[in-house]
Each structure stands twice: as C-alpha cells, then as structure tokens.
C-alpha cells in the first residue's frame, strides 16, 4: 500500500537530479503551450508528493497504529505540513496566468487548476487528515479514500511524464495540459461516494473552511490558525 507513493517521491528526485538544465523562474512553465516547466516546479513537486505519501501511510491501519506511538509526528503532519513549505522552492500560479491571460484555453484551465489547488490542500488534504486522526471514517469509505489517493498520486507524478511527451512532439500541447486537468478531476469521482463526510463532521468542515480564507489572507496568519486547530483538536480528542 505505500509503494505508489514512494515510487512518486522517488520519481521527483529522480527527476530533480535529471533535467537541472530546465530554467529556474517562479512561473511554473507548465500552464502554457510556448514555455518548459521549469526546474523549480520540479523541485517543488517533492513536497507535495511527500505530503501525500504521508496521507497514503496515514489511511493504512498498520501505519496509522504506529502514528499512536509517535503523536508528535503526527500532529506534525497532520496540522502543521506546511510550516516545512519555505524549505522547499516555490513557483506562483499568479506568474503563469499573467503569461497565459492572451491565450483563452491556458488561461481559463489555469484558473481551474489554482482554485483546484486550494480545494486540494484543505479538503483533500487537512480535512482527511483530521477525519483519519479521529479515526471516524467508515470501511466503506476507507475503499473510495484508497481510491481518491491512487487519483491523487496520478495528478501529483503524471505532470512531468505528460510534459516530456509534450516535449518529444508525441503529444500537442493542449492535449498533454488537457490529459493533466482530467488527471486531477478524476479525484473528485471518490469524494462524491464519500461525500456525506461532511455533513457528519460539521466542525471539522467549518473549521476547514475558515483555513481557506485565513490562508487566502495571510500564509504565517494561516501557520499560527494552524496551531491554534492543532491545540483544539487535540484537546477534543486526547480529553
């Protein structure tokens, strides 16, 4: 269960040691028919591909036993991912829209794909973790997670190998970027069988939910809310 996800972190440093000779800009490069993703877009993979390697390990039983006995880690990994993210380089969306904004069909996927981005991070990301870390999710739904994780890990890896076939002319370049979107639609098929989670668990949707605006505003802002979640939960869960 947590070789898919090794072999996509393993594929990022693969990649991050291969193609160094690609261009270091904080546009990703990769939402656009006239430019090559660059290197820090490759680098920058590794920390998401890591953060879902986690949630991968976390929704296996064995594993997720094991976390018990390492509560700090945990926590770590569960609310405070992000604080390690200024470790990791950064390419901004904002960059690859100005530089798409002639260009109707990039411009338009671009903006899906950042507000995609934000879905992610919160409801697919945070949201789980905090389902999983009080353990409430039915054996049913443990199915569509696994289910939602091998759509994730395919969104996360499939990127480059999409570029590099854009790049050897196999493929144009819209269908590379278009192939891309279906890759990280497709995970929204699993969270509809799930869905009801969010009614069961209201807090935890709402407390979700206020994340997104605080990291809207502010990212240290959102770091400290993070905290403040952690010693909430916590505290719920541990008393």
Known sequence: PYTLPLTGVLQTVTAMYTFTFLPIKTDPGYYSDKQSMTYAFICENLFFTSILCFQWLYYNDYFYEKFQHYW?????????????????????????LMNTKHNDFYFYLTWMTKI??????????????????????????????????????CATTIAMFLHTLRFKRYFPPRVSFGL????????????????????????????????????????????????????????????
């Not at 697919?124 to 091998?150: C, P, Q």
């Not at 209201?202 to 206020?210: C, Q, V």
């Not at 502010?218 to 008393?239: E, H, I, P, T």
């Open 116 to 153: 995609f981005y934000v879905w992610a991070k919160h409801y697919i990301g945070f949201f789980l973790n905090y389902v999983r870390f009080f353990n409430v999710i039915t054996a049913e739904d443990h199915k569509s997670m696994m289910l939602l994780l091998i759509s994730s890990s």
């Open 72 to 96: 700090t880690a945990e926590c770590i990994f569960v609310f405070l991912p992000y604080v390690f993210r200024p470790m990791f380089p950064k390419t901004r969306m904002r960059d690859a």
């Open 180 to 239: 891309y979107v279906l890759s990280y639609l497709s995970t929204f098929y699993s969270y509809f069988q799930m869905f009801h989670v969010f009614f069961e668990h209201p807090m935890l949707f709402w407390i979700t939910l206020i994340g997104i605006g605080v990291n809207l505003v502010s990212v240290r802002l959102f770091d400290v809310y993070q905290f403040g979640v952690m010693a909430l939960l916590c505290g719920y869960k541990y008393n």
